[in-house]
């Protein structure tokens, strides 16, 4: 009897110590997620932004192995205000930083703290080593002069320049131009600064003498031109040329169209001409999913760097000036999300998923005899690489860890800043298994499944799917590189720790595996196809042994929740509930905030098929259960789309409930919004499909 007892508290301690052990969302969103880290000239110092449970601050770190980490800002509370666009000056004595928010279409700066003060996006300098910040000016997107003396940016869409160490100096606007200016790009002696002016449907490159005090357009088009490029003796521009695609409706596929090219500008002559154009077919379209906007790079005079979908994968080429050829840098089955390129141009780092599909890791390419190899660890996520003295810097995360800064060094990856790492224990999260699914089309998708900590395989569990937004996303094996989709992460493995099979569903029209299933036929408003992906799901889960197929919940935000409307519109005997977080309900009434000029009345053709790609198509069909959560200043998903479809549940008698943020955005700018929001999530499934329901 003793000993039967015995047995009974060892097992009743592990039982309870594995439940202890459970991170609650609030310790998993505790953890600090960084962003936007860059390195001076010289690669003796590294700064990045930490947000902090909604408090905003600068980190630099410096000295052997970047041990020596400091705060440099000290703004306090979770105030929704954010920081971004850090630059040194090449003397390590000033950084630069934008602090502030965007402004709605009504000039209203995003403030859903309600703060009484001026939250709009304005610049800063910092002295770094006595901590002393000054407000230049309101504005963004600062460039620093080649002297290291001036910055200019950009103050409601035209270009300004001030004073980086002379207070007293007022900023001035350089030139008045119609359009909106962006893109600054100074030429290397600090004489002229290149910039593309937008007009709408149309762009042009522009170049400001500061000598002269005059702009000149030496090639403009009709068509869209981007990416000013200076080469190191500043007597040429590399520029993009995308032809004009006027009434090209966003979310549709575009698999190919006109091609866009690369130009070349001389600036002595003012003469342009074009030096390579992308093949027909495949690739013919760019696609941008670099973080840094940068896709065009000069190695050096003569060779240019740039991302193309030829093989119909985003894979790096280089093109040579001189004689005209253009080669592959990367291959094989995956995507480049960016680069950069070592000072001497000898050597390029990226970031990319190709052999590790549901990752992403660090390579290091020889330009002269172009072997490529990875050089992160191939076990976990890592991104952003930084060339620095100490080695290779860039941000990295795990499937038990959020993002975190790293140095890089022989195939390791050393924490920077680790005494900021909350206490939390995160051992007990699980590797998300990789599944593949087959839809009533026949197209393949993607997933990551979560396991229930408690998993038996004998016993039926509730499931859940998460529909990411985008759709111009990937889930990985980890805590993803985006804050949103890093809580997102969370969220899963917190629904695993409480007795959830857990589905992530990478649906067509996402990225990370080529161009023919983010340019999926008939996705979006020409046919709503990746709603199938979605059904295929479903069925997988209630097909699952482990399963229990009257307990399948969604949840999703943006065009995740889009894809939770109408699981919950069409298929209400496969999916017992739902949250529709920020979703679009109507393609018609949401496709004017990406195409201004996108009239329904003018396109009645494809405004019918746009309504029958929509959830509110299928509204009579919907009966279950829905928790609905928008902030009312989202620019991305007008609130609208909330408000309206409520009326329409409310006349068909569907329950829901909502949780709406006043002033609060698109993606939540207060900590304590994302902490609510994915509790109401987890806590209004669990009501419906949790244990007091078996």
Same mark, same amino acid.
């Given at each position: 009897?003793?000993?039967?007892?015995?047995?009974?508290?060892?097992?009743?301690?592990?039982?309870?110590?594995?439940?202890?052990?459970?991170?609650?969302?609030?310790?998993?969103?505790?953890?600090?997620?960084?962003?936007? +880290?860059?390195? &001076? $000239?010289? /690669?003796?110092?590294?700064?990045?932004?930490? =947000?902090?449970? #909604?408090?905003?601050?600068? %980190?630099?770190?410096?000295?052997?192995?970047?041990?020596?980490?400091?705060?440099?800002?000290?703004?306090?509370?979770?105030?929704?205000?954010?920081?971004?666009?850090?630059?040194?000056?090449?003397?390590?004595?000033?950084?630069?930083?934008?602090?502030?928010?965007?402004?709605?279409?009504?000039?209203?700066?995003?403030?859903?703290?309600?703060?009484?003060?001026?939250?709009?996006?304005?610049?800063?300098?910092?002295?770094?080593?006595?901590?002393?910040?000054?407000?230049?000016?309101?504005?963004?997107?600062?460039?620093?002069?080649?002297?290291?003396?001036?910055?200019?940016?950009?103050?409601?869409?035209?270009?300004?320049?001030?004073?980086?160490?002379?207070?007293?100096?007022?900023?001035? +606007?350089?030139? &008045? $131009?119609? /359009?909106?200016?962006?893109?600054?790009?100074? =030429?290397?002696? #600090?004489?002229?600064?290149? %910039?593309?002016?937008?007009?709408?449907?149309?762009?042009?490159?522009?170049?400001?003498?500061?000598?002269?005090?005059?702009?000149?357009?030496?090639?403009?088009?009709?068509?869209?031109?981007?990416?000013?490029?200076?080469?190191?003796?500043?007597?040429?521009?590399?520029?993009?040329?995308?032809?004009?695609?006027?009434?090209?409706?966003?979310?549709?596929?575009?698999?190919?169209?006109?091609?866009?090219?690369?130009?070349?500008?001389?600036?002595?002559?003012?003469?342009?001409?074009?030096?390579?154009?992308?093949?027909?077919?495949?690739?013919?379209?760019?696609?941008?999913?670099?973080?840094?906007?940068?896709?065009?790079?000069?190695?050096?005079?003569?060779?240019?760097?740039?991302?193309?979908?030829?093989?119909?994968?985003?894979?790096?080429?280089?093109?040579?000036?001189?004689?005209?050829?253009?080669?592959?840098?990367?291959?094989?089955?995956?995507?480049?999300?960016?680069?950069?390129?070592?000072?001497?141009?000898?050597?390029?780092?990226?970031?990319?998923?190709?052999?590790?599909?549901?990752?992403?890791?660090?390579?290091?390419?020889?330009?002269?005899?172009?072997?490529?190899?990875?050089?992160?660890?191939?076990?976990?996520?890592?991104?952003?690489?930084?060339?620095?003295?100490?080695?290779?810097?860039?941000?990295?995360?795990?499937?038990?860890?959020?993002?975190?800064?790293?140095?890089?060094?022989?195939?390791?990856?050393?924490?920077?800043?680790?005494?900021?790492?909350?206490?939390?224990?995160?051992?007990?999260?699980?590797?998300?298994?990789?599944?593949?699914?087959?839809?009533?089309?026949?197209?393949?998708?993607?997933?990551?499944?979560?396991?229930?900590?408690?998993?038996?395989?004998?016993?039926?569990?509730?499931?859940?799917?998460?529909?990411?937004?985008?759709?111009?996303?990937?889930?990985?094996?980890?805590?993803?590189?985006?804050?949103?989709?890093?809580?997102?992460?969370?969220?899963?493995?917190?629904?695993?720790?409480?007795?959830?099979?857990?589905?992530?569903?990478?649906?067509?029209?996402?990225?990370?595996?080529?161009?023919?299933?983010?340019?999926?036929?008939?996705?979006?408003?020409?046919?709503?196809?990746?709603?199938?992906?979605?059904?295929?799901?479903?069925?997988?889960?209630?097909?699952?042994?482990?399963?229990?197929?009257?307990?399948?919940?969604?949840?999703?935000?943006?065009?995740?929740?889009?894809?939770?409307?109408?699981?919950?519109?069409?298929?209400?005997?496969?999916?017992?509930?739902?949250?529709?977080?920020?979703?679009?309900?109507?393609?018609?009434?949401?496709?004017?905030?990406?195409?201004?000029?996108?009239?329904?009345?003018?396109?009645?053709?494809?405004?019918?098929?746009?309504?029958?790609?929509?959830?509110?198509?299928?509204?009579?069909?919907?009966?279950?259960?829905?928790?609905?959560?928008?902030?009312?200043?989202?620019?991305?998903?007008?609130?609208?789309?909330?408000?309206?479809?409520?009326?329409?549940?409310?006349?068909?008698?569907?329950?829901?409930?909502?949780?709406?943020?006043?002033?609060?955005?698109?993606?939540?700018?207060?900590?304590?919004?994302?902490?609510?929001?994915?509790?109401?999530?987890?806590?209004?499934?669990?009501?419906?499909?949790?244990?007091?329901?078996?």
């Amino acid at each position: 009897m003793k000993r039967n007892i015995l047995y009974f508290s060892i097992f009743y301690f592990f039982l309870n110590f594995t439940l202890i052990s459970q991170p609650t969302i609030d310790q998993m969103l505790s953890v600090p997620f960084p962003s936007g +880290m860059t390195a &001076s $000239s010289d /690669g003796n110092l590294i700064a990045w932004v930490f =947000n902090n449970q #909604g408090e905003n601050n600068i %980190f630099i770190a410096t000295g052997q192995n970047f041990a020596q980490v400091s705060k440099l800002t000290n703004y306090a509370g979770d105030n929704g205000v954010g920081i971004n666009s850090l630059s040194f000056t090449d003397d390590n004595q000033w950084l630069v930083y934008v602090r502030g928010n965007s402004k709605n279409k009504n000039g209203q700066a995003a403030n859903p703290a309600q703060l009484q003060e001026d939250t709009q996006n304005a610049l800063y300098v910092i002295n770094i080593q006595k901590k002393i910040s000054r407000k230049i000016s309101e504005g963004d997107s600062p460039k620093i002069s080649p002297d290291g003396k001036t910055v200019a940016f950009i103050n409601s869409g035209q270009i300004w320049t001030a004073s980086i160490q002379d207070s007293i100096v007022k900023p001035k +606007m350089l030139f &008045s $131009s119609r /359009g909106g200016q962006t893109s600054i790009k100074w =030429n290397p002696d #600090g004489s002229k600064i290149a %910039f593309v002016s937008r007009r709408g449907d149309h762009s042009f490159i522009g170049i400001y003498d500061l000598i002269k005090k005059m702009v000149i357009y030496n090639d403009p088009s009709v068509d869209f031109d981007s990416e000013p490029n200076w080469n190191s003796k500043g007597t040429q521009i590399a520029y993009i040329r995308e032809p004009n695609k006027k009434n090209v409706i966003p979310f549709t596929p575009q698999r190919e169209g006109h091609p866009w090219s690369i130009r070349l500008m001389d600036i002595e002559t003012g003469q342009s001409h074009e030096i390579w154009k992308a093949d027909e077919g495949p690739g013919s379209v760019l696609f941008n999913s670099f973080p840094s906007g940068d896709l065009l790079r000069w190695a050096n005079d003569n060779l240019l760097i740039f991302p193309w979908e030829k093989d119909g994968w985003v894979h790096l080429y280089i093109h040579e000036i001189d004689s005209k050829k253009t080669n592959v840098l990367t291959t094989g089955k995956g995507i480049v999300e960016d680069y950069t390129i070592s000072k001497d141009g000898s050597r390029i780092l990226y970031t990319t998923n190709i052999g590790d599909v549901y990752k992403r890791h660090v390579w290091s390419m020889n330009l002269k005899t172009r072997d490529a190899i990875v050089i992160s660890p191939i076990e976990n996520i890592q991104w952003n690489p930084l060339i620095t003295s100490q080695g290779i810097a860039l941000l990295h995360s795990s499937f038990k860890k959020p993002a975190w800064p790293g140095l890089l060094k022989n195939n390791e990856v050393m924490d920077i800043a680790s005494n900021y790492f909350p206490s939390v224990d995160f051992s007990s999260l699980q590797t998300p298994e990789v599944v593949e699914l087959t839809a009533s089309d026949g197209m393949k998708s993607y997933g990551t499944l979560f396991y229930p900590s408690n998993y038996d395989p004998n016993v039926t569990h509730p499931a859940v799917i998460f529909l990411h937004g985008g759709s111009r996303r990937q889930m990985l094996q980890g805590f993803h590189y985006s804050n949103y989709y890093s809580n997102a992460y969370a969220l899963n493995q917190y629904f695993a720790s409480q007795g959830y099979v857990v589905l992530a569903l990478n649906y067509r029209s996402g990225i990370g595996y080529g161009l023919d299933f983010r340019e999926a036929e008939k996705y979006g408003v020409t046919g709503g196809s990746e709603v199938l992906d979605l059904f295929s799901a479903g069925e997988y889960l209630k097909n699952r042994k482990d399963v229990d197929g009257s307990k399948i919940g969604l949840w999703g935000g943006s065009y995740g929740g889009y894809l939770t409307a109408h699981g919950l519109a069409r298929r209400g005997d496969l999916f017992a509930v739902g949250v529709d977080i920020h979703g679009v309900h109507n393609w018609n009434t949401e496709l004017p905030t990406f195409a201004p000029w996108y009239d329904p009345l003018n396109f009645p053709k494809e405004a019918k098929l746009a309504y029958e790609s929509s959830p509110e198509f299928y509204l009579d069909g919907w009966k279950n259960p829905v928790l609905l959560i928008h902030g009312d200043d989202d620019r991305n998903v007008p609130f609208g789309e909330t408000v309206y479809l409520t009326e329409k549940l409310r006349d068909r008698g569907v329950y829901f409930e909502q949780i709406v943020f006043p002033d609060e955005v698109h993606s939540f700018l207060l900590h304590k919004n994302w902490v609510n929001a994915q509790k109401a999530t987890f806590e209004f499934i669990n009501r419906y499909l949790g244990e007091k329901n078996k």
